[in-house]
């Protein structure tokens, strides 16, 4: 009887490893297809790193617009807050313009 009891729990113990190796193997399949669509082919488009490095170039080209919104934006809560304004301060020489 105790080694019919510890048979069963092997038996259950190697179907749930079953099952749970099977769903890994279905999770792995999917993560392949997935990566599979995400990474195109050599002729069908721009690598990776082109598309990366054209997203730094556009940064940078947008660089001093943004300095002029986080100016713009520290001079409104300045403001709010009744601190003198960003453009007040003689401490505020990033040379960007409102």
Same mark, same amino acid.
């Given at each position: 009887? @105790?080694?019919?009891?510890? +048979?069963?729990? /092997?038996?259950?113990?190697?179907?749930? #490893?079953?099952?749970?190796?099977?769903?890994?193997?279905?999770?792995?399949?999917?993560?392949?297809? @997935? @990566?599979?669509?995400?990474?195109?082919? #050599?002729?069908? $488009?721009? =690598?990776? #790193?082109?598309? %990366? &490095?054209?997203?730094? =170039? %556009? @940064?940078?080209? /947008?660089?001093?617009?943004?300095?002029?919104? +986080?100016?713009?934006? $520290?001079?409104?809560?300045?403001?709010?807050? &009744?601190?003198?304004?960003?453009?007040?301060?003689?401490?505020?020489? #990033? $040379?960007?313009?409102?």
């Amino acid at each position: 009887m @105790i080694m019919r009891e510890a +048979d069963r729990r /092997q038996s259950r113990s190697l179907v749930q #490893d079953d099952d749970l190796w099977e769903r890994l193997r279905a999770i792995e399949d999917k993560l392949s297809l @997935i @990566i599979e669509i995400f990474s195109p082919e #050599d002729s069908d $488009g721009p =690598t990776l #790193d082109e598309i %990366l &490095g054209r997203l730094v =170039t %556009l @940064i940078a080209a /947008q660089n001093p617009m943004l300095r002029r919104i +986080d100016l713009t934006t $520290g001079r409104l809560l300045d403001i709010q807050e &009744g601190r003198t304004p960003r453009s007040a301060r003689r401490d505020d020489e #990033d $040379g960007a313009d409102a």
